[in-house]
């Protein structure tokens, strides 16, 4: 069965640098999410992005958060300077009309 | 969207059927009700949707509330490897592809072997 993959699991990275979390979305999906989950917290949505453009943000996605979906396969988020409080499991989603979103099984973002 | 009401937590024997309970007083016509569930170190994952009828698929079986203001997840047999959160989750669209999920606080289901 196909499968969101993302890359890095695990990613450490100092406070105010950038960082870049990718997401190989199943390959006939049109619609692409990014949520994250902070340890022991409900999973928020971040951004959707569908037809190249950004569809809908949440009050979390402001200017440090950017995505990219920069060829026909992956799908990008940057964090252009990290704070403490970006400590999270970002998690990618893909899906097509009529279906479920797919999840992928996240990357944990360690910020020190 | 509108909000969902499930209890924090439920704990099931092995091999016994689970029913998880979700309100959802305020949905709309419109609305239908996706669970989806999330094992420890996993991404969230897709169990069932539906709009106004029961439902069953190979995972599990959802019963819906005439009224629709409420919903019930069964799983038929537990096993240790349905120990996960699960959300019940509404959305404008069929499949919820093409809207965000609002996700809750969910039910821990605990399995007991």
């Known amino acids: 069965e196909p499968e969101v993959t993302q890359t890095p699991s695990h990613q450490v990275t100092q406070m105010g640098q950038e960082v870049i979390l990718r997401c190989v979305p199943i390959s006939n999906h049109l619609y692409f999410y990014w949520y994250r989950q902070i340890l022991g917290q409900k999973v928020e949505f971040l951004v959707s992005f569908y037809n190249n453009e950004i569809s809908e943000k949440s009050e979390i996605f402001d200017d440090q958060f950017s995505v990219e979906r920069p060829d026909g396969s992956n799908f990008t988020l940057k964090i252009r300077s990290t704070k403490l409080e970006d400590s999270a499991m970002y998690f990618c989603?893909?899906?097509?009309?009529?279906?479920?979103?797919?999840f992928g099984d996240g990357t944990r973002l360690s910020i020190l | 969207d509108a909000k969902t009401t499930q209890p924090n937590s439920m704990e099931s024997n092995e091999e016994e059927p689970v029913h998880l309970p979700c309100n959802h007083s305020?949905?709309?016509?419109?609305?239908?009700i996706h669970w989806y569930r999330q094992l420890p170190s996993q991404g969230p994952e897709y169990v069932i949707h539906?709009?106004?009828s029961n439902v069953n698929n190979r995972m599990a079986s959802l019963a819906i509330a005439e009224d629709r203001k409420s919903s019930t997840l069964i799983l038929h047999r537990a096993t240790l490897r349905d120990a996960a959160v699960y959300y019940c989750?509404?959305?404008?669209?069929?499949?919820?592809?093409?809207?965000?999920?609002?996700f809750g606080k969910g039910t821990k289901l605990s399995v007991k072997p």
């Open positions: 305020t949905i709309s016509g419109t609305d239908y």
């Open positions: 989603a893909s899906g097509r009309d009529n279906q479920p979103q797919h």
């Open positions: 989750i509404l959305s404008m669209n069929y499949g919820g592809s093409q809207g965000n999920l609002i």
């Open positions: 539906g709009l106004t």
